[in-house]
């Protein structure tokens, strides 16, 4: 069974930094990463990272977050700096693998003012 846990939400004011986490269990991870839904919004892809590192960002945040990998531990971090207030959302974990793709269950990011 394929698992994706998150974790390392909150609230932050503006300005502020957090660092999520998304460890995977029961595949081999090809793509990982961060998407995030505000409400009212679709859900939007955040960054992306490749086994091999190659990354990916939305234009909104480039140059603020920063997605990494642990291959060896399935695991998946966003280093999220200069927060803004409409970085506030719930951040879903996402893998994909052989058998397709997967979701977290979400963590809420709040930045406050």
């Known amino acids: 069974q394929v698992q994706l846990v998150e974790s390392g939400g909150g609230l932050v004011q503006t300005g502020g930094s957090l660092r999520l986490s998304c460890a995977g269990s029961?595949?081999?991870?090809?793509?990982m990463g961060w998407y995030r839904q505000a409400p009212g919004k679709q859900r939007e892809l955040v960054a992306s990272?490749?086994?091999?590192?190659?990354?990916n960002y939305a234009s909104s945040v480039k140059g603020r977050f920063t997605i990494s990998r642990d291959n060896a531990k399935s695991t998946v971090f966003l280093q999220m700096n200069s927060l803004k207030l409409e970085d506030t959302a719930v951040y879903y974990c996402?893998?994909?693998?052989?058998?397709?793709?997967?979701w977290g269950q979400g963590t809420q990011v709040t930045v406050s003012s």
């Open positions: 990272i490749f086994r091999s590192g190659f990354t």
């Open positions: 996402n893998a994909n693998h052989v058998f397709g793709s997967s």
């Open positions: 029961g595949a081999i991870f090809s793509v």
